[in-house]
């Protein structure tokens, strides 16, 4: 670290290290929390679906829950319109189990070198080091803020969400959504409906939920060379000035954080991407299922929705890069064609078994060649050794 001046620098980073030792463990989440509402704050303060839109939304779910049982066999009851802001605050509670190993991470990561003889910079230092839990945090609300700007509904990112009684839609998104892509409200709520219901009544069975979480944990474990990136950056600051300007505005300090790309690559991020890029595409084929069993012809939704899927989203990176999930262009249309290869070889009845036990998620190899996953789970299961 090159050495930094030490006129009030080391008064201020002495304030700064004492703040920090007094905030209790819980301040990388009240940042995120901060953060995420600065994001989706700044439009419409305090909108709130009106009642006659909450009532809709409830007599479509009823519609839209009966046709999904009927063609699927899931049953899902119960939907909540929420604000982009309680998305947000609801999708940073699901994340926040997952998130606290690599707060714990941060918090312990070894110190960035120093010249001998930079007092300053040794106490930069070890401030970036006591700054490591608030990264996290300021990752984690930057990427709630911004998924909830575009978010539809829960399953926007497509990991288990903590057992609820109802589905979450963002009313407000859903209805910008349709306006965009000039496709009719009822239509995009009745396919959001479908999609939320699915996903949730999916990753309600343990076994389920329980091996995309273990996956999770293990891609997750490999993110935390990112975290060093951030602590480098703050430790580059050569000035009050410079140090000032990067705390007083979080997200350029996020600016540039690359999230999963072909460099995060390995068995655990592969199996992780492979059973969340099926799932998410599963969920998608649902939708639109239902949808057309609802509507007669959701032709122009469905491309609609794909397009929506596929287009850039900083929040959906910024997460990719906390979790080791891929949500980009190329996974979105890679499950798409898996989905089409399972459903023009066996029909879309096959596709269910995704979702009754966990081996039934398909491995990176399969997830590029459907007919390898078909055969497979076709095979009947083999009885262990003394049952």
Do not use: C
């Not at 592969?270 to 299922?289: G, K």
Request: proline share 7%.
């Amino acid at each position: 670290m090159a050495g930094v001046p030490s006129d009030g620098f080391e008064g201020l980073l002495g304030d700064l290290l004492k703040a920090m030792g007094g905030a209790p463990a819980t301040a990388w989440y009240e940042a995120a929390k901060g953060l995420a509402h600065s994001v989706v704050a700044d439009e419409q303060e305090g909108f709130n679906p009106d009642p006659v839109a909450r009532i809709r939304l409830e007599e479509l779910a009823r519609v839209v829950g009966m046709h999904l049982e009927e063609a699927t066999g899931l049953v899902a009851e119960g939907v909540e319109p929420v604000t982009r802001e309680a998305w947000a605050v609801a999708a940073l509670a699901s994340w926040r189990p997952r998130i606290e190993p690599l707060v714990h991470s941060a918090s312990t990561a070894p110190p960035l070198p120093v010249e001998p003889d930079d007092p300053s910079g040794a106490m930069l230092a070890r401030f970036a080091q006591s700054m490591g839990p608030m990264f996290v945090g300021l990752q984690v609300g930057s990427a709630a803020g911004h998924l909830a700007e575009r978010a539809l509904g829960a399953s926007e990112f497509p990991l288990p969400w903590p057992a609820s009684d109802r589905a979450l839609v963002v009313v407000r998104n859903v209805e910008q959504f349709a306006d965009d892509w000039s496709v009719d409200r009822d239509a995009a709520t009745a396919f959001t409906l479908a999609r939320e219901l699915a996903a949730r009544a999916v990753y309600a069975r343990p076994a389920i939920a329980e091996r995309v979480e273990a996956l999770l944990a293990a891609a997750t474990a490999a993110q935390m060379a990112a975290q060093r990136s951030l602590l480098e950056r703050l430790a580059d600051a050569d000035s009050v000035e410079r140090l000032a300007g990067l705390l007083g505005d979080p997200e350029s300090l996020l600016e540039g954080l690359s999230g999963l790309e072909a460099t995060a690559t390995g068995p655990d991020h592969d199996a992780l991407n492979a059973a969340v890029t099926a799932l998410a595409a599963y969920f998608d084929e649902i939708a639109r299922v239902v949808a057309a069993r609802v509507l007669g012809d959701a032709g122009a939704l469905v491309e609609a929705w794909h397009r929506h899927r596929a287009g850039d989203s900083k929040g959906a990176e910024v997460a990719g890069s906390l979790f080791g999930v891929d949500l980009g262009r190329e996974r979105v249309d890679l499950g798409a064609a898996f989905v089409a290869g399972v459903t023009q070889r066996e029909g879309f009845e096959a596709l269910a078994r995704l979702a009754t036990k966990p081996e039934s998620l398909p491995t990176p190899a399969e997830i590029v060649a459907p007919g390898l996953w078909l055969a497979r789970t076709a095979l009947p299961a083999i009885d262990p050794p003394g049952s």
